[in-house]
């Protein structure tokens, strides 16, 4: 009976939308193709109109039907001409529900003007089609593409948040879908092979030397980071301290090969390569690409290459930092969308803009004190005064929680009472190391230097730019140094080897640092992307952001 209906039903929205000669079906390239596929428990019509008119009135009046009669998926191409609708059987719908209710796979979103929803497998583009995204057949919209995104980061560099725009993700290093092949490993040396032939945002070709080239640059102008990366090649020390004008321990056999060669057999050599920064963004090879730089303004035009693209939008204007009060410009049009973690700015938001403004939790940082204080006394000090919980609630209100350690959530540690010394006299000022352009990096160490004063122990605020920070991380510079992860960290090895080497000498046991009173964790403290209505995110990343019409 229901069968039945469905039929009715769409009959009627065919004879209510095309009055001109009736739809007929065919393939692409006018191969001629079944306008009725049943396949399993579902069947697949496909509808052909002349023009864009009827198609419009067709999607119009099959709305109703939409929302009263359960479906699988709805596909459109980029032309006026088709369109295929996957139909569930009687036995396969759910028994008095809606269209809402009906389980959509693992993406789902309200239906976008000019948007693409995929049925299944054979509905996905193909390999050489203009759109390389990464669909899945869980899919049901494919946002549409075009637009110029304003966005506002209060950072002065890409960080974890905006890093992902213009690199591709973690988990396809080294892999099938890689731009490198791990050719050969050992404890001493590790060989790396492009790809065919690997073509950047800019259209030019990248070799081998060209890799070797931007390691070089990265290393240099984030030395904490690099060394994390290459640690123990050979070379590395000498070309960070200024000693030797390249790291000897690159080397390009052909131009597709890269060799690192390391000084000592390394356990974590390739663990550590497994990392999205080692296709650094200089190379241009994200979904996007750093195009021109204007001061704290930089352009990221879509990395668009021989008519396929990575991402939707055409180009994103990011501003970097050095906005006293961002809420404001974007109430005032000047963006498009910010990043936000600070309480009072992401209530006005919800209270105040909630009309006009989204928002969309896209990150959380992990934050905490090294301490590589030499004198045990001090160390103990310095943690006793530190208190995570009434600084994240009392100081400075962000959306966050407490940790009991930077890289785990599961390390459990009884409350181990920590005596504070007999006296401070004697003690040298502690130098406190943090990166001035994260306000919440500034106020932690602001809270210490005043805790540290009122107990008598003298301290020095060492405020850095981001790549003055990472120097002074590697000279040891300091003898509390505020940092952050992000909240991958408790699940990505590579990440976990980064924060040892950055900040704990490259010490790996997290239940050793914490004992030791070298590391203090802190909370951790949610991003929020605040942005305008018309602006969405594909699975709900960042790198996915586009515009609707």
């Known amino acids: 009976m229901r069968r039945t209906a469905l039929f009715f039903l769409l009959g009627t929205a065919l004879v209510v939308s095309v009055c001109t000669p009736p739809p007929v079906s065919k393939g692409e390239a006018g191969k001629a193709v079944s306008p009725i596929i049943k396949k399993g428990d579902t069947t697949t019509y496909s509808i052909e109109f002349y023009n864009q008119s009827e198609k419009s009135r067709f999607l119009h009046s099959f709305k109703e039907f939409m929302n009263t009669y359960p479906f699988s998926a709805m596909a459109a191409d980029s032309t006026y001409s088709l369109i295929r609708i996957k139909i569930l059987h009687d036995e396969a719908m759910p028994q008095g529900d809606s269209i809402t209710s009906v389980q959509r796979g693992f993406f789902f979103e309200d239906n976008i003007d000019g948007g693409i929803e995929l049925?299944?497998?054979?509905?996905?583009?193909?390999?050489?089609?203009?759109?390389?995204?990464p669909f899945s057949p869980w899919d049901t919209?494919?946002?549409p593409l075009g637009g110029v995104l304003r966005l506002y980061s209060p950072r002065a560099a890409f960080d974890q948040t905006i890093l992902p725009l213009v690199l591709l993700k973690g988990d396809t290093v080294f892999s099938d879908t890689s731009y490198f092949s791990l050719a050969d490993t050992s404890p001493v040396k590790v060989t790396i092979r492009l790809k065919d032939r690997i073509v950047n945002g800019r259209k030019r070709a990248i070799s081998a030397l060209d890799l070797i080239q931007q390691w070089t640059s990265f290393v240099k102008e984030n030395p904490a980071q690099g060394q994390a990366m290459f640690r123990g090649v050979q070379g590395l020390i000498d070309f960070i301290n200024g000693r030797e004008a390249l790291i000897r321990g690159f080397n390009a056999p052909d131009q597709r090969t890269v060799q690192l060669r390391?000084?000592?057999?390394?356990?974590?050599a390739v663990e550590r390569l497994k990392t999205p920064l080692i296709m650094v963004p200089k190379l241009l090879?994200?979904?996007?690409?750093?195009?021109?730089v204007s001061g704290e303004t930089v352009l990221l035009p879509n990395t668009e290459t021989f008519g396929t693209r990575k991402a939707f939008l055409d180009k994103i204007i990011l501003k970097t930092g050095g906005d006293p009060n961002p809420v404001l410009s974007f109430s005032l049009n000047k963006y498009d969308a910010l990043l936000l973690n600070a309480l009072n700015d992401i209530n006005y938001v919800r209270s105040t803009l909630s009309m006009k403004a989204d928002l969309y939790k896209v990150g959380s940082d992990r934050y905490f004190i090294s301490c590589r204080i030499p004198d045990q006394q001090l160390r103990k000090m310095v943690r006793s005064i530190v208190n995570a919980e009434l600084l994240l609630k009392n100081y400075l209100k962000v959306e966050g929680e407490v940790i009991k350690a930077v890289g785990s959530d599961t390390i459990v540690l009884e409350n181990m009472p920590v005596l504070?010394?007999?006296?401070?006299?004697g003690f040298g000022a502690v130098k406190i190391l943090f990166r001035k352009d994260d306000q919440v990096s500034k106020s932690i160490a602001e809270k210490l230097m005043a805790d540290c004063s009122a107990k008598g122990i003298s301290a020095a605020?060492?405020?850095r730019d981001p790549s003055g920070y990472e120097r002074g991380l590697v000279s040891g510079e300091y003898d509390c140094a505020v940092g952050w992860?992000?909240?991958?960290?408790?699940?990505?090895?590579?990440?976990k080897l980064q924060l040892a080497s950055m900040w704990f000498d490259n010490e790996t046991d997290e239940m050793l640092r914490i004992t030791g009173l070298r590391e203090i964790p802190l909370f951790s403290v949610n991003t929020y992307l605040c942005c305008r209505k018309n602006v969405r995110l594909y699975r709900d990343e960042l790198e996915g952001v586009y515009l609707t019409k």
């Open 485 to 495: 992860v992000s909240h991958s960290v408790v699940s990505n090895n590579n990440e």
């Open 461 to 463: 605020l060492d405020g």
């Open 119 to 133: 049925a299944d497998n054979e509905l996905l583009p193909a390999t050489d089609s203009v759109m390389q995204f």
């Open 262 to 268: 390391y000084d000592t057999p390394q356990q974590h």
């Open 420 to 425: 504070p010394p007999q006296n401070t006299k």
């Open 141 to 143: 919209i494919v946002p």
């Open 285 to 292: 090879l994200g979904n996007y690409y750093e195009g021109m």
